[in-house]
């Protein structure tokens, strides 16, 4: 079946430090890949996405690559800042008629002036 | 994208009662998900709704514990039934929405506490 493995957390970073959360994930044929993030207290709000391989999402200095050889989707930021802690969460909808979302299993980022 | 109305965004129930989730989405959209959320946990699918169908539920939910509605292309309700505590939880809804540029959009969630 499909599955989404995530990085286990926590992971606590200093302000301006470089951040990788890495995701690997197990479908068939090629599923659309995203990221999410939840802030302390609200809900779920899209990140970023890639529907193809090779593709790079990117938004907010967040940037993931769709790489089909290594079955990967890793988050990466360059400079994180305090306003980045959350929980991220990676996520496949694999193609076809079942159209519901899987998700990793979070990781909580802490970011610390 | 669409935007989703979820309510009530909490409540603190009496084990052995239930409660009703409602979500207004302001386009029609084919498919609604319902999620859950545990404590610290990543979000489970809970069942897929259709208009003018019946809900499709995942392996271990089943339609008498978690009764939904679908009465529209733009409204759903979640019931979680004869509650106990281990319903605790954060409850979502979800859409899948746009064509070329798609998304999910979810709603702001529904924080249930069973006492």
């Known amino acids: 079946g499909n599955s989404v493995t995530q990085m286990e957390g926590p992971v606590t970073l200093s302000e301006e430090a470089f951040l990788t959360i890495n995701c690997t994930y197990t479908?068939?044929?090629?599923?659309?890949l995203f990221w999410y993030v939840q802030y302390p207290g609200e809900g779920l709000q899209l990140l970023l996405k890639?529907?193809?391989?090779?593709d790079k999402g990117s938004n907010k200095g967040f940037e993931a690559t769709y790489r089909k050889e290594t079955t990967s989707f890793h988050l990466e930021k360059g400079s994180v800042q305090v306003s980045d802690s959350a929980v991220y969460f990676c996520a496949l909808r694999k193609p076809g008629s079942a159209r519901q979302l899987t998700f990793g299993s979070g990781t909580q980022l802490t970011v610390l002036p | 994208s669409a935007v989703i109305s979820q309510k009530p965004s909490r409540d603190i129930c009496q084990r052995g009662t239930s409660l009703t989730i409602q979500c207004q989405v302001d386009?029609?959209?084919?498919?609604m998900f319902w999620y859950r959320q545990q404590p610290g946990q990543s979000l489970t699918l809970i069942a897929t709704?259709?208009?003018?169908?019946?809900?499709?539920?995942e392996s271990g939910f089943v339609i008498d514990k978690f009764p939904i509605s679908r009465p529209n292309l733009t409204f759903s309700t979640l019931t979680v039934s004869n509650m106990s505590p281990e319903d605790s939880s954060i409850y979502l809804c979800?859409?899948?929405?746009?064509?070329?540029?798609?998304?999910?959009?979810f709603g702001s969630g529904t924080r249930l506490t069973v006492v």
């Open positions: 979800s859409v899948e929405t746009g064509v070329q540029n798609y998304g999910y959009t």
């Open positions: 890639a529907t193809k391989a090779d």
């Open positions: 386009s029609q959209v084919t498919m």
């Open positions: 709704a259709n208009q003018g169908s019946e809900a499709t539920y």
């Open positions: 479908a068939t044929g090629y599923p659309s």
